[in-house]
């Protein structure tokens, strides 16, 4: 129904940028929330950002002014621009894709990309 594949990630220094996408198939991405996750290894998996159908955004506080979530409908993809990368933000980072609740009760999952800062 809904598959969503990751890019971007790679090895950077700290201080440097990366610019993560997710591409979805089908139909929905233009009506559904979308979302960027990261899971460090030890720990949970936790917010990034998100944006809604209608654009409007959200970011970990501790992240504001480094990342940049945004979303091209027409190309069904979601971004996220990473900034003045720390080696704190080494993590595998993960797309989700909240559809509205009539077509899906619960979200898809990518695979994942793995970022890694070194410092």
């Known amino acids: 129904q809904v598959r969503l594949v990751e890019s971007g990630g790679g090895l950077v220094q700290a201080g440097g940028s990366l610019r993560l996408s997710c591409a979805a198939s089908?139909?929905?991405?233009?009506?559904?929330?979308m979302g960027w996750y990261r899971q460090a290894p030890g720990k949970q998996r936790e917010l990034v950002a998100t944006?809604?159908?209608?654009?409007?955004?959200n970011y970990a506080d501790s992240l504001k002014g480094r990342f940049t979530i945004s979303r091209d409908n027409a190309k069904n993809t979601v971004h996220l621009q990473m900034n003045s990368l720390k080696p704190e933000d080494t993590a595998l980072y993960y797309c989700?894709?909240?559809?509205?609740?009539?077509?899906?009760?619960?979200?898809?999952w990518g695979q994942g990309t793995q970022v890694t800062v070194s410092s």
């Open positions: 989700n894709l909240n559809p509205p609740a009539w077509f899906s009760p619960t979200g898809y």
């Open positions: 944006i809604t159908s209608g654009d409007h955004t």
């Open positions: 089908g139909t929905i991405f233009s009506i559904s929330d």
